[in-house]
């Protein structure tokens, strides 16, 4: 297991922990929560306090993933992470923690990181690390354009539905790092698209344009789940990017929705990186 250092979103020196606060050779001081994370958000293109996802939307994401109809792909990526020995991973855009405190159940040997854009989520992650006594996490408020870790340190990042940045993963993976990438696969949530739209589509393939990485494997993970209850529904859907981009009308046909069988489809592809 190996430990990273945070760097100073300010001057990019190592910081130092102590009792209460991360501190640089600089003095630029950063204050450790009552919950043991740290906010490295600076206000260079960001409102610290109102970046990311909401407490609503947490509560959304967290109600529908602890239900466990995406267990399956944590897992898999768990297995993965495991299959490759990897000492320290950064979970970059980790949302409310689910995922990342599922890799560290599973791969007890790593030491987590999770980094995202929300306090409100980082919150989170920490009640999950508290309640689920897992002690091989640590969290941080920060941007995955900014990741607060110096140079060619980590042995792996994981992407989950996140942001995908080809400069600074290689900036901050060691030589041969792996970078794990998970999007939607053409059929994720079809049949939920199908309740909303009257014309639904398959989700495009992403591309990065990781011109610094090499693809090592790519694989679908796909499996149908049943959804009974109008609110898991909503949950569902109000995590998705369809949730701010479906009209008033046609989100209302959710409403009446209490069971409904969905496709869950998942690209997993794994990166080497050759800087």
Same mark, same amino acid.
Do not use: W
């Given at each position: 297991?190996? #430990?990273?250092?945070?760097?100073?979103?300010?001057?990019? @020196?190592?910081?130092?922990?102590?009792?209460?606060?991360?501190? =640089?050779?600089?003095?630029?001081?950063?204050?450790?929560?009552?919950?043991?994370?740290?906010?490295?958000?600076?206000?260079?293109?960001?409102?610290?306090?109102? !970046?990311?996802?909401?407490?609503?939307?947490?509560? !959304?994401?967290?109600?529908?993933?602890?239900?466990?109809?995406?267990?399956?792909?944590? #897992?898999?990526?768990?297995?993965?992470?495991?299959?490759?020995?990897?000492?320290?991973?950064?979970?970059?855009?980790?949302? #409310?923690?689910?995922?990342?405190?599922?890799?560290?159940?599973? =791969?007890?040997?790593?030491?987590?990181?999770?980094?995202?854009?929300?306090? !409100? !989520?980082?919150?989170?992650?920490?009640?999950?690390?508290?309640?689920?006594?897992?002690?091989? =996490?640590?969290?941080?408020?920060?941007?995955?354009?900014?990741?607060?870790?110096?140079?060619?340190?980590?042995?792996?990042?994981?992407?989950?539905?996140?942001?995908?940045?080809? @400069?600074?993963?290689?900036?901050?993976?060691?030589?041969?790092?792996?970078?794990?990438?998970?999007?939607?696969?053409?059929?994720?949530?079809?049949?939920?698209?199908?309740?909303?739209?009257?014309?639904?589509?398959?989700?495009?393939?992403?591309?990065?344009?990781?011109?610094?990485?090499?693809?090592?494997?790519? #694989?679908?993970?796909?499996?149908?789940?049943?959804?009974?209850?109008?609110?898991?529904?909503?949950?569902?859907?109000?995590?998705?990017?369809?949730?701010?981009?479906?009209?008033?009308?046609?989100?209302?046909?959710? @409403?009446?929705?209490?069971?409904?069988?969905?496709?869950?489809?998942?690209?997993?592809?794994?990166?080497?990186? @050759?800087?």
């Amino acid at each position: 297991m190996t #430990e990273l250092a945070y760097v100073c979103p300010v001057c990019g @020196r190592v910081m130092k922990r102590e009792e209460r606060r991360y501190v =640089c050779p600089q003095g630029h001081s950063f204050d450790i929560a009552r919950k043991g994370y740290v906010n490295l958000l600076t206000t260079l293109g960001h409102n610290p306090a109102t !970046a990311g996802d909401d407490t609503v939307m947490v509560r !959304a994401r967290t109600e529908f993933l602890d239900s466990g109809h995406y267990g399956r792909l944590a #897992e898999r990526v768990g297995e993965i992470i495991l299959a490759h020995r990897l000492s320290s991973v950064i979970d970059s855009g980790c949302g #409310e923690g689910y995922y990342t405190c599922v890799y560290a159940k599973h =791969c007890p040997e790593t030491r987590f990181y999770g980094i995202d854009i929300s306090k !409100a !989520a980082v919150n989170h992650c920490m009640t999950r690390v508290h309640t689920g006594n897992t002690v091989n =996490c640590s969290f941080a408020v920060a941007s995955s354009f900014g990741l607060p870790f110096e140079d060619h340190s980590a042995d792996g990042i994981v992407s989950t539905f996140a942001p995908v940045d080809d @400069r600074e993963y290689s900036r901050v993976l060691k030589n041969g790092g792996v970078l794990i990438v998970v999007s939607p696969s053409p059929r994720h949530l079809y049949e939920l698209k199908e309740a909303v739209y009257d014309r639904p589509y398959e989700n495009r393939p992403n591309s990065y344009g990781l011109s610094d990485f090499d693809e090592e494997s790519s #694989e679908i993970l796909e499996y149908e789940t049943e959804l009974d209850s109008q609110k898991l529904i909503f949950d569902l859907f109000s995590m998705t990017p369809y949730f701010y981009k479906t009209s008033a009308r046609d989100t209302e046909k959710l @409403r009446g929705l209490e069971r409904l069988r969905v496709t869950c489809g998942f690209c997993i592809q794994v990166y080497r990186n @050759r800087i």
